[in-house]
């Protein structure tokens, strides 16, 4: 049975960081692809980052050069390193694994991600 299981969201105010944990168990971690997504109050999900099976990664343009994906094989864990936080930024995050080496295409299409965490609230203050 796949579990992800995320953790480390909180109340942040602009330009602070956070870090977001997965930790991911009965899925073949290493070399598959994940992501994480979240979603506004009152929007749609959203792609926020992705991780191929070679550890190329792709960002929301909205998050480039801000948010950091990366994996940790030997834990199991898959991370989010937020940084400059906006309050636009605001949002339940959501772990996702696909369940195949390659992300889909394109490669932050939610529907195609099979196994999801429960969520981890992020809330970013002016």
């Known amino acids: 049975q796949v579990q992800l299981v995320e953790s480390g969201g909180g109340s942040v105010q602009a330009g602070g960081s956070l870090r977001l944990s997965c930790a991911v168990s009965g899925y073949p971690f290493s070399g598959y692809c994940m992501g994480w997504f979240r979603q506004a109050p009152g929007k749609e999900r959203e792609g926020v980052t992705v991780i191929d099976g070679d550890d190329s990664t792709n960002y929301a343009d909205s998050v480039k050069g801000r948010f950091t994906i990366s994996k940790d094989n030997a834990k199991n864990t898959l991370y989010l390193q937020m940084n400059s936080l906006k309050p636009e930024d605001t949002a339940m995050y959501y772990c996702?694994?696909?369940?195949?080496?390659?992300?889909?295409?394109?490669?932050?299409?939610?529907?195609?991600?099979?196994?999801w965490g429960q969520g981890t609230q992020v809330t970013v203050s002016s």
């Open positions: 996702a694994a696909y369940g195949g080496v390659w992300c889909p295409v394109p490669k932050m299409k939610e529907r195609s991600y099979s196994y």
